[in-house]
C-alpha cells in the first residue's frame, strides 16, 4: 500500500501544478490584453501618418498641377 509520504506528496505536486497552470493562464490573458492596447495604438498611428502622406500627396498633385498652369501662361505671355 501506498504509504501517507507518498500521497502527500502527490496532493501537494498536484496542487502545485494546479498552481502554476492558473498562475501562467493568468499572466498570458493580461499579457494578450495588453497587446491588444498597443495594437491598437499602432494602428491608430499609423492611420494618423497614412492620412498626412495622403494629404501631402494632394499636395504635390496641385503644385504640379500649377506649375503646369504657370508654364502655359509664360508661353502665352512670350507669344505676344
Known sequence: MISEN???????GLFAFAGVVISNYATNKKMTIEQA???????DKIQGLTDRVDAHNGMLDRIASIEKAIVRIDTKLEGK
Request: charged share 35%.
Open 6 to 12: 507518498i500521497i502527500v506528496a502527490i496532493i501537494t
Open 37 to 43: 492596447r498597443r495594437d491598437t495604438r499602432i494602428e
